[in-house]
């Protein structure tokens, strides 16, 4: 069975889609994205609204925004992806919070330099974990913001919460104090 549950947050509501976890008490997260997010999930007929089942993973949101959780203990939903995905993202779960890496990095990671850069990009972007999958710490090997999924606006804000922006980083016009101060 599909559940849904919907959190406000600083960049913008969050939609959190789940399935009951084999062998596990509680709710394996599958995805979790923003309205208008490119590739983001959308309410299906015969989904569950259930609140309550995300109740933890509401929580540790609330912290992280709060800037008291640096990492989330989430179960996430398996089989997800292509193989390569799947390996791409694990490097991307690797980063610690409040750094960055460049795309080219992730690729060495991953086994994928030279020209595998560009599919590390695809792969990144097609992360159906926004925000506790950590792709918004994938930066332009020049520093600059590149490619995110949910926006440059929303992942210079996320960067911003954990204080991984250099001057460099942010965008021309954003104030990125007045984004993270809200």
């Not at 399935?19 to 208008?36: F, K, M, N, R, T």
């Not at 912290?63 to 398996?78: I, P, W």
Request: charged share 25%; net charge positive.
């Amino acid at each position: 069975m599909t559940m849904y549950a919907t959190v406000d947050s600083p960049v913008g509501e969050l939609l959190l889609v789940g399935e009951e976890a084999p062998g596990a008490a509680g709710i394996a997260l599958v995805s979790l994205s923003v309205p208008g997010q490119k590739g983001g999930t959308v309410v299906q007929d015969g989904w569950v609204y259930a609140p309550e089942a995300f109740a933890g993973a509401a929580a540790q949101l609330r912290e992280y925004f709060d800037g008291r959780r640096t990492r989330f203990e989430l179960v996430y939903a398996q089989g997800r992806g292509t193989e390569f995905q799947r390996r791409v993202w694990a490097a991307v779960e690797a980063v610690p919070y409040g750094e960055t890496v460049s795309y080219g990095q992730i690729a060495e990671r991953v086994g994928a330099s030279g020209a595998g850069v560009r599919a590390v990009g695809t792969a990144i972007g097609r992360n159906p974990l926004l925000v506790v999958r950590p792709c918004h710490r994938v930066i332009g090997a020049d520093g600059a913001l590149r490619g995110y999924a949910a926006g440059l606006e929303r992942k210079e804000r996320l960067l911003g919460l954990e204080g991984a922006l250099r001057r460099k980083e942010r965008l021309p016009g954003l104030d990125s104090a007045a984004l993270v101060a809200r």
